[in-house]
């Protein structure tokens, strides 16, 4: 893994934007996000997952919410401009995005759809996203992904 430049981290340098990259151990068992943000040492609500949806107005787009918390599909839906949204098949992510689970990263999907992100992002100075393959996470300003991203914030999690 050392080295490996994913698509994400080419795009982040194509656009002179400052990253950090974390490496985990993956455990094919448990890809759950609380348990990369364990590997990472990170506090889970800093360490954000990508979820890919499917609207009935706008199409494909793309929600990140930290990993300890559970996606509203309600308030997803009215945030993104839609009257229903669902999560897409996890068969389908890979030919939609160009990713696969738990490597999933707002950054570098094959198109750029509208992306959402959970607003409790602005409590932190960095955050943790995806580089794009397992066992590897990107740390960025959450202002610098939001800009890069075009990405609305939005109350995205159910309490």
Excluded: W
């Amino acid at each position: 893994m050392k080295n490996h430049k994913t698509n994400a981290m080419r795009q982040l340098d194509a656009a002179g934007i400052e990253y950090d990259v974390k490496e985990y151990e993956v455990d094919e068992n448990d890809l759950s996000g609380v348990h990369v943000a364990a590997q990472l040492g990170q506090p889970p609500e800093q360490v954000f997952k990508t979820l890919v949806l499917h609207g009935d107005k706008i199409g494909y787009f793309v929600c990140c919410l930290p990993v300890d918390q559970e996606l509203d599909l309600k308030k997803v839906a009215r945030a993104s401009g839609n009257k229903h949204a669902e999560m897409i098949p996890m068969k389908d992510l890979l030919g939609v995005t160009g990713y696969i689970r738990g490597g999933c990263s707002p950054i570098g999907m094959k198109k750029k759809f509208p992306t959402f992100i959970d607003e409790t992002c602005e409590l932190f100075d960095e955050m943790a996203v995806s580089a794009g393959v397992r066992g590897m996470q990107i740390i960025i300003n959450p202002q610098t992904l939001i800009k890069f991203t075009d990405a609305t914030l939005a109350d995205l999690t159910t309490y």
